[in-house]
């Protein structure tokens, strides 16, 4: 039997984050049914809220505040955003990624400290993208050498780091302008 105790919420659950109060968990769920979130309260251990959502991943970030959900827009090459207040999700904005000749995939999400920029990989186009959440433009993207899984934001706020599935390698970037630093096998 698993130890600790279960919630069963939607199928494929592929990420969780935690909201910056701690109160909830939200899990986007992305198998064979329509995608959703589930809003998880972590006191009672009970699911507070389901959304069934158009399309998502496994990029899920909250802002620092906690009054922002973003989620990876997958294949519709975007980023979606969503207001949250006590464990509810509603949509509110889209983000469009810039068009790329073939196939893309919006994957990882981090969000900057500052809660000012988000950074977006995308799988099939291979690419990091930051989005300044004011005035939700894309100010920067750069190619990456290989398929990226996420990206991480340093607790410095300082660097961004890619991983990177098709390269065996993790990258870092600068933030505010996404200069290529360094790379590290794995």
Same mark, same amino acid.
């Given at each position: 039997a698993p130890a600790g105790?279960? @919630?069963?919420? !939607?199928? @494929?659950? @592929?990420? %969780?984050? @935690? *909201?910056? =109060? !701690?109160?909830?968990?939200? %899990?986007?769920?992305?198998?064979?049914?329509?995608? *959703?979130? *589930?809003?998880? =309260? %972590?006191? *009672?251990?009970?699911i507070k809220s389901t959304t069934t959502i158009e399309m998502a991943w496994l990029g899920l970030a909250f802002s620092p505040d906690g009054t922002k959900l973003y989620s990876s827009g997958a294949g519709q090459n975007n980023v979606q955003e969503y207001t949250f207040a006590d464990g509810t999700i509603a949509r509110a904005r889209t983000f469009a990624l810039p068009p790329v000749a073939d196939e893309s995939f919006a994957g990882g999400l981090a969000i900057s400290r500052d809660g000012r920029t988000l950074f977006v990989t995308r799988l099939f186009a291979m690419t990091l993208s930051a989005i300044d959440l004011g005035s939700g433009a894309v100010t920067a993207t750069v190619p990456l050498k290989a398929e990226p899984y996420t990206a991480v934001v340093s607790p410095d706020g300082r660097s961004v780091f890619v991983s990177l599935w098709g390269g065996a390698v993790v990258q870092q970037f600068t933030a505010d302008s996404l200069t290529l630093v360094t790379e590290m096998a794995t």
């Open positions: 105790r279960q @919630l069963r919420v !939607g199928t @494929l659950p @592929l990420n %969780i984050v @935690l *909201s910056p =109060d !701690g109160r909830y968990a939200v %899990i986007t769920n992305n198998g064979v049914n329509r995608p *959703s979130f *589930s809003v998880v =309260d %972590i006191a *009672s251990w009970t």
